[in-house]
């Protein structure tokens, strides 16, 4: 058992960063969030203390995004129909990014959020874990709306962690299925940012980006570090991947903090995305997560939402990491009370009766094509390759 403390931010007020009912990241994902955790026990658990996040600042924000940009959010937030400003050219309107109005307090308070809880984690040694499911909209940029993201709450969190201590080296980790392009092109020229994202190949999948060249340039070039996956990639391939990389990449950094985005859209049945991971993969992800932050970024960790469009997934998969967070371990089933709400929430998804899957189809198919499945091993074993022989090799030359 840990002594730690895991603080959680959130608020019902999340609900209103809403792009409508149609829209794939709706509110529903953390509502139900909140409400499994809550029927699961968790919140009744001494470790978990949960806060209420502030909004963050003008000034905070215009530490990543640029005056202009802010603005012109401030605009539409009051008025979707301001014709003022264009709204196309800041990747806002019809599509992935809807104007609503509000937009511009409910992003500034997921920022806040996620502000709030890197400062915890960084500040005060009571709390090594604190976890923002709101936050992670890492496709967000200096002057454009992204995939979903208006501001982004990573950077604006980055930067507040800057403002405390000048030198701060922050280890970024991005498990997203999407390549997490925001925070690396913010922070692509800084030694002191490093990002390191596994997602699926950009060939194949928005925002295009993350290939093995990206690298960083100026005097960051080598702190930038992307993992390109094959579609259908299994547990097997992905968890040992992740060992095999990730915690020798921290090892080499030795950063003051790692802030990890945990985007579940590599879930098997994610409607947006072709990845091959199931339910019960993701607390082996926590625990390798959690065991390398103790070990190489002094015993702190933020950790942030992101990504996963069913709602019979996303619920479960955060609940898995808080679990983690808190060293519970928890049975395969689900809580009836929360059955019953998903079914009268979600009548356009089936129903899950256990806490975890297992993705025994994508397995099957992988092993019925011996050919498919080599070359997966292959793939994982490149990219080990080329974390030993290039990637850890430009830290420590850099250091
Ligand atoms: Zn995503």
Redesign the pocket.
């Known amino acids: 058992m840990t002594n730690y403390n895991v603080g959680l931010y959130f608020t019902d007020e999340y609900y209103e960063y809403n792009f409508g009912n149609t829209h794939p990241l709706r509110p529903l994902r953390l509502e139900l969030t909140y409400s499994l955790i809550k029927k699961l026990g968790l919140l009744e658990n001494k470790l978990l203390h949960v806060f209420k996040p502030r909004h963050c600042t003008e000034e905070e924000l215009t530490r990543v995004h640029s005056p202009n940009y802010v603005q012109v959010i401030q605009k539409l937030s009051v008025d979707p129909n301001d014709t003022s400003v264009r709204p196309y050219s800041y990747g806002l309107g019809p599509g992935d990014n809807p104007i609503f109005k509000g937009m511009y307090e409910s992003s500034t308070l997921i920022c806040g959020a996620s502000l709030q809880a890197a400062e915890k984690v960084f500040l005060d040694e009571e709390y090594p874990i604190t976890f923002n499911p709101a936050g992670g909209l890492h496709h967000a940029m200096r002057n454009h709306a992204s ?1 979903f993201c208006i501001f982004n709450d990573i950077g604006v969190a980055i930067a507040h962690l800057k403002t405390l201590k000048e030198d701060i080296k922050i280890a970024y980790l991005d498990i ?3 390549h997490g392009d925001g925070v690396q092109w913010m922070f692509y020229d800084d030694p002191n940012v490093l990002t390191i994202s596994y997602h699926e190949d950009g060939r194949y999948l928005f925002p295009g980006t993350g290939t093995i060249e990206e690298t960083g340039k100026n005097s960051g070039a080598g702190f930038s570090i992307n993992f390109p996956l094959q579609r259908w990639t299994t547990d097997k391939i992905f968890l040992n991947l992740f060992r095999g990389t990730f915690p020798k990449i921290l090892e080499t950094y030795q950063p003051d903090i790692l802030i990890s985005q945990l ?1 579940v ?1 590599t879930h098997h049945l994610d409607p ?2 072709q990845m091959g991971l199931s339910l019960s993969v993701y607390p082996d992800i926590a625990q390798t997560i959690k065991t390398t932050a103790k070990e190489y970024a002094y015993n702190r960790w933020l950790a942030l939402g ?2 996963g469009y069913l709602m019979s997934v996303v619920p479960r998969a955060w609940a898995l990491f808080l679990a983690k967070m808190l060293d519970v371990e928890l049975e395969n089933k689900l809580p009836e009370e929360w059955y019953q709400e998903f079914k009268n929430k979600v009548p356009f998804e089936k129903a899950p009766f256990y806490l975890w899957d297992r993705a025994d189809e994508i397995q099957r198919k992988m092993l019925a094509d011996p050919e498919i499945a080599q070359k997966m091993v292959e793939h994982r074993n490149t990219l080990i390759k080329i974390c030993e022989e290039k990637y850890i090799p430009a830290i420590i030359s850099h250091r």
Do not use: E, F, I, V
């Open positions: 995939g997203d299925c999407h985007g859209d947006l995305t992101g990504g």
